[in-house]
């Protein structure tokens, strides 16, 4: 499968606990977004990166949330001190950037479903 | 700031009848437009998109976008729904100045079509 990978794909933690969500892109895109979508709405931007560098994170993004794309290649996006406010389902895209700076259209994970109790 | 707005929250159709979901952007610059779709238990697929040129384009399934400028507006249509139709649509917009890292979402229109 060479699509976008996100694992794991469910995670129930409880409250107060830290989680880790791990994408790992389809190999010759160099960027990489991470989006959330909460039910009845549609994907929320959280945060890009191009290559190792993250060049955006949304207001969504509190301090809790950290993402990492260390190697340019895989990215992880860990939040701190789970609330119930976090469950949705986290998303993971991935894409070429042309010559130009135009994005060509995202390729979407699976996604994770995050369930906070 | 962007947005997009998409004026169906769910749509119910009988197989055959013809498909027009709506949707509008707030954005006065260059644009890059997209439909996405997510079928029941799926990840998001990209169902067509729009850069520069021809204002009508054609995507995957029979599908079709047409970008009206001056409306603002980049509503999807398809002559004849199946079954096999029934997801959610999620219409998508990007800037070319400003963040380019950023792809905004409608709230989606969730269509459901009846065999």
């Known amino acids: 499968d060479t699509g976008v990978s996100q694992d794991p794909r469910h995670k129930i933690t409880k409250r107060g606990q830290n989680v880790t969500f791990r994408c790992d892109p389809i190999?010759?895109?160099?960027?990489l977004y991470w989006y959330r979508q909460t039910l009845g709405q549609g994907p929320e931007f959280l945060t890009y990166?191009?290559?190792?560098?993250?060049?955006?994170k949304s207001r969504l993004l509190s301090d809790r949330f950290s993402a990492e794309r260390p190697k340019g290649s895989f990215s992880t996006l860990e939040i701190q001190r789970t609330e119930q406010g976090d469950s949705a389902m986290y998303l993971c895209?991935?894409?070429?950037?042309?010559?130009?700076?135009?994005?060509?259209?995202?390729?979407f994970g699976s996604g994770t479903r995050l369930t906070v109790v | 700031a962007q947005s997009v707005s998409q004026h169906n929250h769910h749509v119910i159709l009988s197989e055959a009848a013809s498909l027009e979901l709506g949707c509008n952007y707030s954005?006065?610059?260059?644009?890059?437009l997209f439909w996405y779709v997510q079928y029941p238990g799926q990840h998001l697929q990209l169902l067509l998109k729009?850069?520069?040129?021809?204002?009508l384009v054609k995507g995957i399934k029979g599908f079709e976008a047409e970008f009206i400028k001056s409306k603002f507006s980049f509503n999807l249509r398809k002559p004849s729904v199946q079954w096999s139709d029934t997801a959610e649509y999620f219409c998508?917009?990007?800037?070319?100045?400003?963040?380019?890292?950023?792809?905004?979402f409608g709230k989606g229109t969730k269509l459901s079509v009846k065999p």
């Open positions: 990166f191009q290559n190792e560098a993250q060049l955006e």
């Open positions: 190999s010759e895109h160099n960027r």
């Open positions: 729009y850069f520069s040129g021809d204002p």
């Open positions: 998508a917009v990007m800037s070319w100045g400003g963040s380019q890292g950023n792809l905004i």
């Open positions: 954005y006065g610059g260059t644009v890059n």
């Open positions: 895209a991935s894409s070429p950037v042309s010559q130009t700076g135009a994005d060509y259209g995202y390729t």
